[in-house]
């Protein structure tokens, strides 16, 4: 089999109909590819329809897997249940379908999450020392990479793109822009709140961390995602975790800071965890997603050489809240 060339050939794409999907299909039609979108509305073909993802696959170039019901909503055993089984069917549909191609793709990147490393504000983590984490969100990274790198796909180069916070026109910017310019974009600071036997035993308790909202953030910017997928398509020595996140990592109190800046408004009511937890529970999202300290660096793209389009944070804000 010829391997396609790097940036040419044609490029499925799952969970098309995303935030980072429809920035990706719009790039490489620009770029003149051929794309096959895959989603449950708006795209070529649905996750039942076997047969076309099957021919869609077969002589691809480039896969992508970016599908998964968004973990911004609260831990219900029902919703639980939703983010694990949409990324674990929708990841073996395609392995099926890359196993049976006649051509299979040279180069299959998934979606996973820098959120599979533990809660860090005293060292960051890269691929070759990051110390994984436990609790349902983890629990949901690591089931998604086993199902991307199960079974034998010669032919095929996996990577597991550990994406950390993507800002771009949507995303978690839209919520965040809006609180900041009604008053409400300080820093973000954690504390005790009650934990229930249930939440225990679900492993979806945030338990309190770093103090005076310092928990790290670690961030990228959704150009720079699309610039990581075609410097895979360059570079077959990249195989295996990928951490698709900015060389300069920031904290929340900065963050916070910045989108202020961005918004140009000078004053934001700092937010404690009490006030944190019952925003949550009215807009039905979790504290984890803004508590969690994920320090995380780019230790394999930096190695590579890759350069980065915006490796600070103001820069990426002001250009992902301008739209």
Known sequence: MTEPQAGRGRVVIGGSSGFMGRRLVAKYRAAGREVVTISRTNADLTWDDTAGIAQAVDGAALVIGLAGKSVSCRYTPRNREAIFSSRLTTTAALAQAIYEAENPPALWVNSSTAT??????????????????????????????????????????????????????????????????????????????????????????????????????????????????????????????????????????????????????????PMPRWMLELGAIMIRTETELILKSRWVLPERLSAAGYSFLYPELEPAVRDAVRG
């Not at 699309?226 to 360059?234: C, K, M, P, S, V």
């Open 116 to 269: 599979i490393y533990r809660h860090a504000d005293d060292r960051p983590m890269t691929e070759s020392d990051g110390e994984l984490g436990s609790g349902f969100s983890v629990d949901v990274a690591k089931a998604w990479e086993r199902q991307l790198f199960a079974g034998d796909l010669p032919a095929t180069r996996r990577v597991a793109l550990r994406t950390a916070i993507v800002l771009g026109d949507g995303g978690v910017l839209g919520p965040l822009t809006k609180l900041a310019r009604v008053g409400l974009g300080g820093a973000q600071h954690d504390g005790w709140w009650p934990v229930s036997r249930a939440r225990r035993t679900a492993a979806t308790a945030h338990f309190p961390g770093t103090a005076g909202a310092r928990q790290r953030f670690s961030w990228i910017h959704l150009d720079d995602v699309a610039g990581i997928i075609d410097f895979l398509e360059q570079h077959p020595e990249l195989d295996g975790p990928v951490n698709a996140v900015s060389p300069c990592p920031s904290d929340n109190r900065t963050f916070m800071a910045t989108i202020r800046r961005a918004c140009r408004v000078p004053l934001g009511l």
